[in-house]
C-alpha cells in the first residue's frame, strides 16, 4: 500500500537540515547556533535591557571608575565575558563576516589579559615589590618616655567599645518618642571631642518602613558616650542627618559621595563631630603605590555634611584638626605588617624569616589594637610581635591616625593578650574579664592599663600591668586607687625609687570632721559620699575597696588620700582610707 504524505523519516530529515519550524535551531544544537536564529528585533531588545542593567546596578552598587579599583575590574572582566559570548553569536548569524567577528574577539580578551598581569605585577614576589610594600608606612624609632606624655587621669578612658554599646543602648532608653523609630547604628567611632575621648554614632531607621515615615524629617540625633565618665547622652541636633548609611535611596551617603567623585576609591569612613557638635562623615581617599592594585595608601579625605550632604575635598596634609581617621585603623595595620614581613625582602618573609615581625593579634579573632589620645589626635596602639607567634612583644607602634606618622618603641616584654591574662588571674575569684589593654605612661614606665568588667559588661574594676615585667600587676575600684597602688608596686620591685614613686602620685592627704555621709549605688557598685565640715568637697569612698568607711558616722574624724582636686572639681574619688 503506497503512503499518503511524508514518511517520518522524511520529516525528520528535513528538520535535520533546515532546523525546527519557525527558524528555531535543531535539538542539540550549541548556545550559539539558538542564540543565531534570534531575529534582529530580539537581539536589539536584548542590548538595551543589559544596557539598562548596566546603568541600574552602576547607580545601585556604585563602583568606583579608578583602573585601580578591583570592583570595576569585575565589572571589565564581566562585560568582556559577556563579549566572548556575544561575538560567536554574531559569527554565526553572519557566513559573511564570520572571520571578522572570531578575529574582534581579541579586543574583550585583551583586558582579561591585562587585569591578570596587573595582578602579578601587584603581587610582593614581583622583582622589586618587596621593598615597595615594606616602604609604604614610614616608621621610626621613637622615645617612650619622651613622645608620650605621661597619663592625666582625668583623660584616661576606662571603657572598650561593647561597653560604650551597653551604655549607649540605656540612654537610648531615655527618649521613648525615638525608640519606637530609631535605632543606634554600630558605628561608636572613637575621636577625641572637646579635649575628651569619646565614641559617637548616629541613630540609623529601624526599619524600611520607619523610614518612609520618617525620611521627610530626617535623623534627629546621635549617641555621645564619654570614655572618661562612662555618661552616655542622645544629642538632639537642630538640623537633621539626612545622609546616612540607612538611606537606602539617593541620600545613602555613600551611593552619595562615590557619584559625587566617580573615579575616587575610598577607605572605610568614620562618623566623626567638629568642634561645634556638628556630624560628619569622614571618607579616606584611596590610591595604589604598587604595580596596578597593591600598596594601598591614603592621599587625601572627603569630608561629607551629614545634614546637608556637602562635600569637601582635602589634601591629607591639609585636613582640619578637628578630623581624628583619615587613615583607617585596618589599613594601618596592614601596612606595618607589609613593613615587618617584607622589609628584608620577600624570599626571606618565607624562608628564613629573620626579623620577620608582625602586630600582635587581638581576641575573638579580630585585630589587636587600641587607641589613645595625644593632644588633638588618636594614635593607634598595637604591640609588635615575632612572627613565630610566641607570648612576648618587641615593642610596640604609635601611628597618628591623621598625619600617618607612625613610630616604633623597642620595649621587650608582655602581650596584650599575656597582660589580659594577668590582670583576670589577679581577680580570679570574681571572674572579671579584661578589656583590651590601652597604653600609658606612668611615671616613664610603658603600662598597659585594663577595665575588668563582671558578666554584665559593666566596668568594677581597674588593673595596671607593666610592659617589661607583666607579674607587676596592681588593681583597684577606681583609677586613681589603682594607679597609687601600681606606683607602690614600682617602688617595691625597683623600677622606681620611693623619691619618683612620690612624686609622680598626684595624690594628697586630707582629714577633717565628717559632716555628712550618704551611700548609693551606682551601675551596681556601692558608694559612700562624705563631706567635712568646712569643705564643700563631696568625697566618694567607693565599696569594696574602701570598707571600713561603713564604720564612720558625722562628728568622726576621718584621714584619707585623694587626688589633687582643681578648683571646678566639686567631688573627688578617695583612693586610700588612713
Same mark, same amino acid.
Given at each position: 500500500m503506497s503512503s499518503q504524505g511524508p514518511s517520518l523519516k522524511d520529516l525528520f530529515d528535513r528538520l535535520s537540515q533546515q532546523g525546527a519550524p519557525g527558524n528555531m535551531p535543531r535539538p542539540g544544537s550549541s548556545f550559539f547556533d539558538r542564540a543565531a536564529a534570534w531575529g534582529k528585533r530580539a537581539l536589539i531588545i536584548a542590548a538595551v535591557v543589559l544596557v539598562v542593567a548596566l546603568v541600574a546596578c552602576y547607580w545601585w552598587f556604585h563602583p568606583s571608575?579608578?583602573?585601580?579599583? !578591583?570592583?570595576? /575590574?569585575? /565589572?571589565?572582566?564581566?562585560?568582556? #565575558?559577556?563579549?566572548? =559570548?556575544?561575538?560567536?553569536?554574531?559569527?554565526?548569524?553572519?557566513?559573511?563576516?564570520?572571520?571578522?567577528?572570531?578575529?574582534?574577539?581579541?579586543? *574583550? $580578551? $585583551? +583586558?582579561?589579559?591585562?587585569?591578570?598581569?596587573?595582578?602579578?605585577?601587584?603581587? @610582593?614576589?614581583? +622583582?622589586?615589590?618587596?621593598?615597595?610594600?615594606?616602604?609604604?608606612?614610614?616608621?621610626?624609632?621613637?622615645?617612650?618616655?619622651?613622645?608620650?606624655?605621661?597619663? %592625666?587621669y582625668s583623660e584616661v578612658p576606662v571603657i572598650d567599645r561593647d561597653s560604650a554599646i551597653l551604655l549607649g543602648n540605656r540612654a537610648m532608653g531615655s527618649i521613648p518618642e525615638y525608640v519606637s523609630q530609631f535605632e543606634i547604628a554600630d558605628t561608636y567611632s572613637q575621636i577625641n571631642y572637646q579635649g575628651r575621648p569619646v565614641r559617637v554614632s548616629p541613630l540609623v531607621? $529601624? %526599619? =524600611?518602613?520607619? /523610614?518612609?515615615?520618617?525620611? %521627610?524629617?530626617?535623623?534627629?540625633?546621635?549617641?555621645?558616650?564619654? !570614655?572618661?565618665?562612662?555618661?552616655?547622652?542622645?544629642?538632639?541636633?537642630?538640623? @537633621?542627618?539626612?545622609?546616612?548609611?540607612?538611606? @537606602?535611596? &539617593?541620600?545613602?551617603?555613600d551611593r552619595h559621595v562615590q557619584l559625587s567623585y *566617580?573615579? #575616587? !576609591?575610598?577607605?572605610q569612613k568614620s562618623f566623626e563631630l567638629d568642634e561645634d557638635g556638628h556630624p560628619w562623615w569622614v571618607y579616606p581617599v584611596q590610591r595604589r603605590t604598587i604595580g596596578t592594585f597593591g600598596g594601598t595608601d591614603i592621599y587625601a579625605v572627603v569630608l561629607v555634611d551629614a545634614c546637608t550632604g556637602e562635600t569637601d575635598f582635602y589634601a591629607v596634609e591639609?585636613?582640619?584638626? /578637628?578630623?581624628?581617621?583619615?587613615? @583607617?585603623?585596618?589599613?594601618?595595620?596592614e601596612q606595618y605588617n607589609w613593613s615587618g614581613m617584607y622589609e628584608r625582602g620577600w624570599l626571606n618573609s618565607w624562608l628564613g624569616q629573620e626579623g620577620v615581625v608582625r602586630t600582635t593579634p587581638g581576641t575573638n579573632g579580630q585585630l589587636g589594637y587600641n587607641y589613645i589620645a595625644q593632644g588633638e589626635d588618636i594614635y593607634l596602639y598595637t604591640g609588635v610581635t615575632s612572627v613565630t607567634a610566641d607570648d612576648s612583644s618587641v615593642g610596640f607602634i604609635l601611628v597618628n591616625q591623621r598625619t600617618g606618622e607612625s613610630h616604633f618603641? *623597642?620595649?621587650?616584654?608582655?602581650?596584650?593578650?599575656? $597582660? !589580659?591574662?594577668?590582670?583576670?588571674?589577679?581577680?580570679?575569684?570574681?571572674?572579671?574579664?579584661?578589656?583590651? +589593654?590601652? #597604653?600609658?605612661?606612668?611615671?616613664?614606665?610603658?603600662?598597659?592599663?585594663?577595665?575588668?568588667?563582671?558578666?554584665?559588661?559593666?566596668?568594677?574594676m581597674f588593673a595596671m600591668i607593666n610592659i617589661?615585667?607583666?607579674q607587676s600587676v596592681a588593681t583597684g575600684s577606681t583609677v586613681e586607687e589603682c594607679q597609687e597602688a601600681y606606683l607602690s608596686l614600682l617602688a617595691a620591685d625597683g623600677l622606681l625609687s620611693e623619691q619618683e614613686a612620690a612624686d609622680a602620685s598626684t595624690t594628697v592627704?586630707?582629714?577633717?570632721?565628717? &559632716?555628712?555621709?550618704?551611700?548609693?549605688?551606682?551601675?551596681?557598685?556601692?558608694?559612700?559620699?562624705?563631706?567635712?565640715?568646712?569643705?564643700?568637697?563631696?568625697? %566618694?569612698?567607693?565599696? *569594696?575597696? #574602701?570598707?571600713?568607711?561603713?564604720?564612720?558616722? +558625722?562628728?568622726?574624724?576621718?584621714?584619707?588620700?585623694?587626688?589633687?582636686?582643681?578648683?571646678?572639681?566639686?567631688?573627688?574619688?578617695?583612693?586610700? =582610707?588612713?
Open positions: 571608575l579608578s583602573l585601580q579599583s !578591583m570592583q570595576i /575590574w569585575t /565589572w571589565i572582566v564581566g562585560i568582556c #565575558l559577556v563579549a566572548l =559570548l556575544v561575538l560567536p553569536v554574531l559569527a554565526a548569524r553572519s557566513e559573511k563576516n564570520a572571520r571578522l567577528f572570531r578575529r574582534l574577539m581579541v579586543i *574583550p $580578551a $585583551a +583586558p582579561i589579559v591585562g587585569f591578570v598581569v596587573g595582578l602579578l605585577l601587584s603581587q @610582593p614576589f614581583f +622583582p622589586g615589590n618587596a621593598e615597595r610594600y615594606a616602604s609604604v608606612l614610614d616608621t621610626t624609632d621613637g622615645v617612650f618616655a619622651e613622645d608620650i606624655e605621661e597619663v %592625666d531607621y $529601624a %526599619d =524600611l518602613f520607619k /523610614w518612609f515615615s520618617n525620611r %521627610d524629617t530626617g535623623i534627629p540625633a546621635y549617641v555621645l558616650v564619654d !570614655m572618661v565618665t562612662q555618661e552616655s547622652e542622645v544629642v538632639r541636633l537642630d538640623e @537633621p542627618i539626612l545622609y546616612s548609611d540607612s538611606e @537606602p535611596l &539617593a541620600r545613602n551617603v *566617580p573615579s #575616587l !576609591m575610598f577607605d591639609e585636613v582640619p584638626t /578637628w578630623v581624628d581617621r583619615a587613615y @583607617p585603623s585596618d589599613l594601618l595595620i618603641y *623597642p620595649v621587650a616584654g608582655a602581650t596584650e593578650a599575656s $597582660a !589580659m591574662a594577668s590582670a583576670e588571674g589577679q581577680l580570679q575569684n570574681l571572674r572579671y574579664q579584661a578589656t583590651y +589593654p590601652i #597604653l600609658l605612661n606612668v611615671a616613664g614606665q610603658p603600662t598597659y592599663f585594663v577595665s575588668l568588667k563582671d558578666d554584665a559588661g559593666l566596668v568594677k617589661e615585667q607583666y592627704e586630707v582629714s577633717g570632721t565628717i &559632716a555628712t555621709i550618704a551611700q548609693a549605688v551606682v551601675d551596681g557598685n556601692s558608694h559612700f559620699y562624705v563631706t567635712l565640715e568646712g569643705d564643700e568637697t563631696i568625697y %566618694d569612698f567607693a565599696l *569594696p575597696g #574602701l570598707l571600713e568607711i561603713v564604720t564612720y558616722q +558625722p562628728g568622726d574624724e576621718v584621714a584619707f588620700m585623694c587626688p589633687e582636686k582643681d578648683e571646678d572639681t566639686s567631688a573627688v574619688t578617695v583612693t586610700q =582610707l588612713l
